[in-house]
């Protein structure tokens, strides 16, 4: 089994700062991971992810993600937030090939301040 | 990216009434469907794996006879909270996996459904 544990529950910021929402994850075997954005009322959008290859990976919105195997993380980072991102983030963990059925974090609240 | 629709988004309803919550994939086959449960600045709670054709999988702890699952096509799952009681009242969202997809490959997400029980 695999648990993913976000460390921050809520992460103020200025508009046009760097942000990066901690994720860090458990499993005993390999895992793909994943980070998705909601909005209020609303279902969930990928952003990311990472499935093999290079550790750092590009989504949306100008969002990226590096896997760190070492320190079992997968940090979400922007160089510069913008009023409109503001919203949960949640990461996500799931066995590679298994049949995908991801284990999500608490979420994260991203405020983004004028 | 495929797009799931998910309807209604928002239902108020009557302790003691059911609702039907659908779950559709608009361009694209799924043959596996999951429905999640979220609680207020809470995540997602697995609830069922609905596969198309046969009985859903729930988890532990989820009532299958106050949860309904039907995944009658490729296309379409339906959830149904039967016997709603106030304590019912959250957000529900649904989520599909394209058929012949392994399990390297996202599910996609309905928008959600915010149900008030009163």
């Known amino acids: 089994a695999q648990s993913v544990t976000q460390l921050d529950s809520q992460v103020p910021v200025f508009e046009e700062a760097p942000v990066e929402l901690r994720c860090n994850y458990s499993?005993?075997?390999?895992?793909?991971l994943f980070w998705y954005v909601q909005y209020p009322n609303q279902g969930l959008q990928l952003l990311l992810k990472y499935l093999s290859g290079s550790t750092l990976v590009k989504g949306i919105n100008g969002f990226e993600a590096e896997f760190n195997k070492s320190q079992t993380s997968f940090h979400l980072r922007k160089p510069s937030v913008h009023i409109s991102d503001t919203a949960e983030y949640f990461c996500?963990?799931?066995?590679?090939?298994?049949?995908?059925?991801?284990?999500f974090g608490r979420g994260t609240s991203l405020i983004v301040h004028p | 990216g495929a797009v799931v629709s998910q309807h209604p988004s928002r239902v108020i309803c009557k302790s003691g009434t059911s609702v039907k919550i659908e779950c559709r994939s608009l361009?694209?086959?799924?043959?596996?469907m999951f429905w999640y449960r979220q609680f207020p600045k809470q995540s997602l709670m697995l609830m069922a794996t609905s596969n198309e054709g046969s009985k859903a999988t729930y988890e532990q702890g989820v009532e299958k006879d106050k949860f309904l699952i039907n995944h009658a096509s490729l296309t379409l799952s339906t959830l149904t909270v039967t016997s709603a009681h106030p304590e019912d009242s959250s957000f529900y969202i649904c989520?599909?996996?394209?058929?012949?997809?392994?399990?390297?490959?996202?599910?996609?997400f309905g928008q959600g459904t915010r149900l008030t029980v009163v």
């Open positions: 361009d694209f086959q799924a043959t596996t």
């Open positions: 996500a963990v799931s066995e590679s090939g298994g049949s995908y059925i991801p284990t």
């Open positions: 499993s005993s075997v390999s895992v793909y």
């Open positions: 989520s599909a996996r394209a058929a012949g997809q392994g399990g390297n490959t996202e599910a996609f």
